[in-house]
């Protein structure tokens, strides 16, 4: 969402001459250039809101995720998450500038951050021996004596 600021006068204070507002006259070659009203600090724009010159005029907007009720107000968080517009499966976060989906805890967040899937299984550990008569697998870790466990407190 923006809002489209419609000059009245030359922020700048500059010479308009024959040219509308939002444009200063230049005598040299007869011409009327475009002012920049975002480079001038008393433009209508609140500092949590981006600037964009236009011809004759600028334009208040907020970045994506935040949004604002006119040029001048402070940009507020959008909640994505209140707006049933996430798309997420199971449970939405929202957070600043956007939203996160959420998973049960036995569920992963798929690659595509909307959907819930099965942790990968761990495959079983390889035999040491191919030729290997037993049917179990099984892995010893012997730590060196410098090097302390870990347990749990």
Avoid: W
């Avoid at 907007?61 to 049933?84: F, H, K, M, T």
């Avoid at 595509?112 to 390889?126: E, F, N, T």
């Avoid at 010893?140 to 407190?153: E, G, L, S, W």
Wanted: glycine content about 6%.
């Amino acid at each position: 969402m923006y809002f489209d600021v419609n000059v009245t006068e030359n922020l700048d204070r500059s010479e308009r001459g024959p040219c509308s507002a939002g444009f200063r006259y230049n005598a040299t070659d007869k011409s009327c250039k475009d002012v920049d009203e975002c480079e001038i600090d008393s433009n209508q724009c609140h500092a949590t809101q981006v600037c964009s010159n236009t011809a004759g005029g600028y334009r208040c907007s907020c970045p994506a995720g935040y949004a604002a009720r006119a040029a001048g107000l402070r940009c507020i968080d959008v909640n994505e998450c209140e707006q049933e517009v996430h798309g997420c499966e199971f449970a939405c976060v929202n957070v600043a500038g956007g939203y996160v989906c959420a998973c049960p805890r036995h569920l992963r967040l798929h690659l595509d951050r909307h959907h819930c899937v099965l942790p990968p299984l761990y495959k079983k550990p390889l035999a040491i021996y191919e030729n290997s008569v037993s049917d179990e697998y099984s892995t010893d870790v012997d730590f060196p004596d410098r090097y302390a466990k870990y347990t749990r407190y």
